[in-house]
């Protein structure tokens, strides 16, 4: 009779076990479904981000683009020269004023030499 006992009292435990393994097999699987979903919602929201990003990058370049332009213009001799005669009181020095100085001599005694870099 013991033997009977015995196989009563496992039963039971075997048909649980095998219950539960099924049950935690699920619940696992309904975790990672989850974490795979969310990681996606938070793909796609990083995306999002990211082109908004790059559009106002381009943005930005355009406008850096813009006032490099307009600094060039503006520093132009055609337009610097007139506000420096007007506000500055300047002029572009006649020839008979310019002095031409001679290039110091190199260290060494050696001549300079102008096409060398």
Do not use: C, N
Not at 3 to 28: D, F, M, Q
């Amino acid at each position: 009779m013991k033997r009977r006992t015995e196989k009563r009292h496992s039963e039971p435990a075997r048909r649980w076990r095998g219950r539960s393994i099924v049950a935690a097999g699920l619940v696992g699987f309904v975790m990672v479904a989850a974490v795979v979903i969310w990681r996606r919602g938070y793909g796609v929201t990083q995306g999002v981000e990211l082109r908004t990003l790059d559009r106002q990058r381009m943005q930005l370049e355009a406008q850096k683009a813009a006032l490099e332009r307009v600094v060039r213009d503006e520093a132009g001799r055609g337009r610097l020269g007139p506000v420096a005669e007007s506000r500055l009181d300047m002029h572009v020095p006649p020839d008979s004023e310019v002095i031409v100085l001679p290039a110091p001599p190199a260290p060494g005694g050696a001549p300079r030499d102008r096409a060398a870099p």
